[in-house]
């Protein structure tokens, strides 16, 4: 069975971090593009970060650029997102997502997703 599972959410106070993982199962990472989308209550998915197969090419919403960095580990079939500084708009639902090759800012395109991790920044 193909599966994305996330974990490392949490509840963290403002100014905090935390590290999501996104592991597979079923099939390797080596030859997919990994995006992280999140959807905080009634707003519309957005997504995050996206890393290509290799890492070499790397991209961040502007909400969230230079607080938190995406990289993969292909010899574990695993992609982070570590996130610093976080703030209270960064509350939401965190999904990796895999598509063929090349990073894309359409939630549509991407084949497999994740379950989800909760991520809630709160004093």
């Known amino acids: 069975q193909l599966q994305l599972v996330e974990s490392g959410g949490g509840l963290v106070q403002p100014g905090g971090s935390l590290r999501l993982s996104c592991a597979a199962s079923?099939?390797?990472?080596?030859?997919?593009?990994i995006g992280w989308f999140r959807q905080a209550p009634g707003k519309e998915p957005e997504g995050v970060s996206c890393i290509s197969t290799r890492g070499g090419s790397i991209n961040y919403s502007d909400s969230v650029k230079g607080r938190f960095t995406i990289s993969r580990d292909n010899a574990k079939n695993t992609v982070y997102l570590q996130m610093n500084s976080l703030k209270s708009e960064d509350t939401a639902v965190y999904y990796c997502a895999a598509r063929s090759y090349d990073c894309s800012v359409y939630p549509g395109s991407y084949h497999y997703w994740g379950q989800g991790t909760q991520v809630t920044v709160s004093s």
């Open positions: 079923g099939f390797t990472l080596d030859y997919y593009a």
